[in-house]
């Protein structure tokens, strides 16, 4: 196959624990061609969406990882996969970026993640959906609101819907302290809405991500744990990842949900999970496939090429 991804610069990845490269390094094992471009490289004129794609080479080098052995312009109905890749932040730009791949898809072009479902799934508020998995969450511009809300439950995570990697996390204690001035920030005076989610004290077990491949479970998590009196388990806010088994309720979160967005076009999801409670349905560039690996053996990339081959 002829595999494209739209990704971040390739210059940037951390292959070590980049879950894009171990992609690429899969795909690659067993012949397939692999692309490469960021979204912006992305146009559309007339019928045709199409992006100036590099194709790359792996060396096996840790420092010098990739050569490039081809660069054109290349209409995306001429790949056998193009596979969604960019990290947030999920911005105007990114949305663009998913009615360009909608327009590539009606022209014949297979985009994984779906780019519909992508921008229908909000990695924040997706969960609300499955609420039988969630802890008491309010949304809302409201000041007050988030004021009551905290007023209720006493310990409290506010974030906004858009961060990624921990980023804007806050808990806000019993003693209120800058609970004003955390809403007042995120909400931006009432112009943008904030998430509130009861504190799950569970977290200092992990924040658990539990991927779906295809319609499937991964057998494993990984386990974000916060360290010292950091309340964030994110691995780019400093988080410890620790490999484990699903637990019965991880498995019954996962199972529920599996069969659901597979059906939508997801075939890449990463849950995240804390405790008994599901708090984050990613859909634009899930991670910990090297973690997970490295740690059990189990390996996330195979399982994945497999699915991709076979959606294909």
Not at 215 to 235: C, D, M, W, Y
Not at 260 to 280: A, C, F
């Amino acid at each position: 196959m002829q595999i494209l991804f739209i990704a971040d610069p390739l210059d940037q990845f951390k292959i070590y624990k980049d879950t894009t490269f171990s992609m690429m390094r899969e795909g690659a094992r067993r012949g397939h061609r692999i692309f490469a471009c960021e979204p912006h490289e992305m146009a559309w004129q007339g019928a045709t969406v199409d992006a100036r794609v590099k194709e790359i080479r792996l060396t096996g080098d840790a420092d010098v990882w990739y050569e490039v052995v081809d660069i054109r312009v290349a209409a995306l109905t001429e790949f056998d996969a193009v596979i969604m890749r960019k990290d947030p932040p999920f911005d105007m730009e990114y949305i663009n970026s998913t009615w360009l791949l909608e327009i590539a898809e009606r022209a014949g072009a297979r985009v994984f993640n779906k780019p519909s479902a992508i921008r229908d799934h909000s990695e924040k508020l997706a969960i609300a959906e499955f609420g039988q998995f969630v802890a008491p969450t309010l949304v809302t511009r409201d000041a007050a609101r988030l004021r009551a809300f905290h007023a209720e439950h006493g310990d409290v995570i506010y974030k906004p819907l858009d961060g990624m990697g921990g980023t804007g996390v806050f808990r806000i204690g019993p003693d209120e302290r800058n609970l004003g001035s955390v809403i007042e920030m995120l909400g931006e005076n009432g112009a943008r809405s904030v998430m509130a989610q009861r504190f799950i004290p569970d977290i200092k077990l992990g924040d658990k991500r539990v991927l779906v491949i295809g319609g499937k479970v991964v057998p494993h998590s990984l386990a974000r744990i916060p360290q010292g009196t950091e309340v964030r388990g994110n691995l780019a806010a400093g988080g410890l990842g620790e490999a484990r088994e699903l637990t019965a309720r991880d498995r019954e979160i996962a199972e529920t949900l599996a069969p659901v967005l597979w059906q939508r076009g997801l075939l890449l999801v990463g849950l995240d999970v804390i405790g008994d409670y599901l708090t984050e349905v990613n859909v634009t560039s899930p991670t910990c496939f090297q973690e997970i690996t490295d740690q059990t053996g189990f390996d996330v990339p195979k399982m994945f090429i497999d699915a991709l081959e076979l959606a294909v």
